[in-house]
């Protein structure tokens, strides 16, 4: 191969993105109104996972060619996501424009939901060789299921102030965003038809880099940044949502500082005032820091990991996803730039 | 007739099916409960028209296991969504899962089934032909996609506009193929020939628009809770089904617009419904649906031609024959 520049790299990126794009405009039902509902839910969002799995593959010698229905079905899984989670969460707005239950109706959202997923499955069981079908699905469902185990824990959770394991709340956070990250790695890497310690080491890389995504999304709940993705600040403490960072702080705050903050969520959380206590209680506990440091590590991790793959655009596209991609309308960029430089151009 | 049948034949079937079916998926033991609760009741009967399928080409049941509680978890899944876009508190005189645990958790617990049915298609047998397998995972997906599609397309429909056909086309998409479906895949994962599975699928589709029919008939009759669900349900929410859709098109010009008026309603009196129900028999509505009825019962019994004599191919000529036994409609 030729020395790489990075220049090619955004072309390169933008090439993949409108390959995608072609793909997923592809579909269509014989009904125009359908049609404008399955536009509206599948619009948006910067692609990350879809890049992942045609990023993976082509890091690790696959073709383009071959990815495209995989990394469709992979955004069909978290475009369901998107629209069941906004549903459940109630919230009115994603990325500026209304949510899609919000615009088109709870009952729509839930059926759409599920019409985005099971789509997804159709793309994947009709692919030729029924032993990919076969072996995707098996993959899909198994994430499919831990992805949604992860929600109605989450749900389940809700307003529950006692201490809790905080593995299993690890495990949910994983659960919610690692998942589908994992998913899209594994599938790239599986695609490329490398040995199974490789598929392995690619899904551990989406798994690292999607529970911290979730982290992160959970500190800048709390410290507003999340705002510019058109999620309400504090929504999480309103619901009263066991992340890490709660659970982390109950578990280790002193026994009268503890009773503080159960005492603040046992009321009703509606007050500018008692949420910006609460947040200032977990800042201080030292579970943000907890929590970053842990996005932190795991980011490291992965850029590591990446380090061992022979040198490519994708390699390259994989780490910038790593990097800057999860920093767009946030401000993890600073987090990620201040994370040390492993191995990496 | 058929209730001796279900409980001397199918009743050790249907222990085998639950314990497939209610396993703790979950850490939680409250998650266990409420899964348990998603998945209890009803008679099981998708799971058992993909083993009956299995068995009515020469299959061995144990083949067609995994199938058969992925369609049975699906059709779960889809109830729980029928019951919170339809606001229906009550299925076969229990809570419905929205009512018991919110909407929140039935949208959660809706996605926990779908996983939970695309799972059960990974315990099939190593031996099976991953084509076989692969044949599964697309009937399951095109099942439950089919089904989604018609939900949300009668949400959409210009009620007025819709004709009779329109209505079994709807219903075809939102049950008949499932039906239809977990015949087909019995059929193929009992390895029968290709005439075979294509007319247990026909049977399924006669057999599932007819007993659609059937339910739309006596939700104006008086078999009081045959779902549980009050009489003239469809009426009150002014759901269109081929009854209304008959009506609406064929009444004489007054009828016709009293009929549109009351099914615009938001709510109805039971005073109401009545009326509506005398609407719909004067307009010659159940006489037509009761036609169709026999029509499609007609249809269904042709389409086993194919089929080798079985215990189950008799079986499918009883519940032919007991179609409108009131033991199939009430709880």
Redesign the interface.
């Known amino acids: 191969m030729d020395k790489l520049s990075p220049s090619e790299l955004p072309a390169y990126v933008a090439e993949r993105l409108s390959a995608i794009e072609r793909r997923l405009a592809a579909i269509h039902f014989d009904d125009p109104q359908v049609d404008e509902m399955w536009a509206y839910a599948v619009a948006g969002g910067r692609r990350i996972r879809p890049l992942l799995v045609v990023l993976s593959c082509e890091a690790l010698g696959g073709a383009l060619d071959g990815t495209l229905t995989g990394a469709v079905a992979v955004e069909l899984s978290h475009k369901a996501s998107v629209l069941h989670d906004d549903l459940v969460d109630e919230d009115t707005y994603r990325r500026g424009r209304l949510a899609f239950h919000a615009q088109f109706g709870q009952d729509q959202a839930l059926l759409m939901g599920h019409l985005l997923i099971s789509t997804a499955f159709r793309l994947l069981a009709s692919l030729q060789s029924s032993y990919s079908a076969t072996t995707y699905c098996q993959l899909f469902s198994r994430i499919f299921f831990l992805a949604a185990r992860g929600q109605l824990w989450d749900v389940a959770s809700e307003g529950r102030d006692e201490i809790q394991d905080l593995d299993r709340v690890l495990e949910a956070e994983y659960e919610k965003t690692g998942t589908l990250f994992e998913l899209s790695t594994e599938l790239g890497a599986r695609l490329a038809c490398v040995e199974p310690p490789t598929v392995e080491r690619m899904a551990l890389l989406g798994r690292k880099i999607g529970t911290a995504f979730q982290l992160l999304n959970d500190t800048n709940n709390l410290n507003g940044l999340e705002e510019s993705t058109g999620r309400m600040r504090y929504s999480d403490l309103v619901r009263r949502k066991r992340t890490l960072i709660l659970s982390y702080a109950l578990a280790t705050l002193p026994a009268a500082e503890r009773s503080h903050l159960q005492a603040l969520l046992a009321e009703r959380l509606v007050t500018p005032d008692a949420l910006a206590q609460v947040a200032e209680i977990l800042e201080r506990s030292g579970a943000v820091d907890q929590a970053v440091r842990q996005a932190r590590t795991w980011l490291r991790e992965a850029r590591n990991s990446l380090s061992s793959l022979p040198d490519s655009l994708a390699r390259h596209a994989l780490a910038a996803i790593t990097r800057e991609t999860i920093a767009t309308a946030t401000d993890w960029s600073q987090l990620i730039a201040s994370s040390p430089a492993t191995g990496e151009p | 007739m058929l209730r001796l049948i279900y409980q001397a034949i199918l009743g050790r079937v249907v222990e085998e099916i639950n314990a497939g079916l209610l396993v703790d998926?979950?850490?939680?033991p409250?998650?266990n409960r409420?899964y348990i609760q998603a998945v209890s009741g009803g008679r099981r009967s998708r799971a058992l028209l993909v083993l009956a399928g299995c068995e009515a080409v020469g299959g061995r049941r144990r083949a067609a296991m995994p199938m058969a509680l992925a369609m049975e978890l699906a059709h779960k899944?889809s109830l729980i969504?029928d019951d919170?876009?339809d606001r229906d508190l009550l299925r076969r005189g229990r809570p419905t899962f929205h009512a018991r645990y919110g909407?929140?958790?039935a949208?959660?617990?809706?996605?926990?089934l779908?996983?939970?049915a695309?799972?059960q298609?990974?315990k099939f047998d190593r031996s099976d032909?991953?084509?076989v397998?692969?044949?599964c995972?697309?009937l399951?997906?095109?099942t439950?996609?089919t089904m989604?599609?018609g939900?949300?397309?009668e949400?959409?429909l210009d009620e007025g506009g819709m004709s009779e056909d329109n209505t079994l086309a709807v219903a075809h998409k939102k049950s008949g193929l499932m039906i239809e479906n977990c015949l087909r895949a019995g059929g193929m994962l009992g390895r029968g020939q290709e005439a075979e599975i294509a007319a247990l699928g026909e049977f399924g589709r006669s057999i599932g628009l007819a007993f659609q029919l059937i339910n739309d008939l006596n939700s104006v009759k008086d078999i009081e809770g045959h779902t549980g669900r009050p009489v003239g349900n469809d009426l009150r929410i002014g759901r269109m089904n081929f009854l209304a859709a008959h009506a609406l098109r064929r009444a004489n010009a007054a009828d016709r617009s009293r009929l549109g008026q009351l099914l615009a309603a938001d709510e109805l009196e039971t005073t109401q419904v009545q009326e509506s129900i005398e609407l719909l028999h004067r307009s010659g509505a159940v006489r037509a649906a009761e036609e169709q009825i026999r029509a499609l019962l007609e249809e269904a019994r042709k389409s086993l031609g194919p089929l080798r004599l079985s215990i189950i191919k008799t079986l499918f000529l009883k519940v032919i024959d007991h179609a409108g036994d009131p033991w199939l409609w009430t709880s």
């Open positions: 998926s979950f850490r939680e409250d998650l409420m899944a969504v919170v876009v909407p929140r958790q949208v959660v617990m809706s996605d926990i779908m996983s939970l695309y799972q298609l990974t032909e991953s084509h397998v692969a044949e995972y697309r399951l997906s095109d439950y996609h989604c599609l939900e949300i397309q949400l959409l």
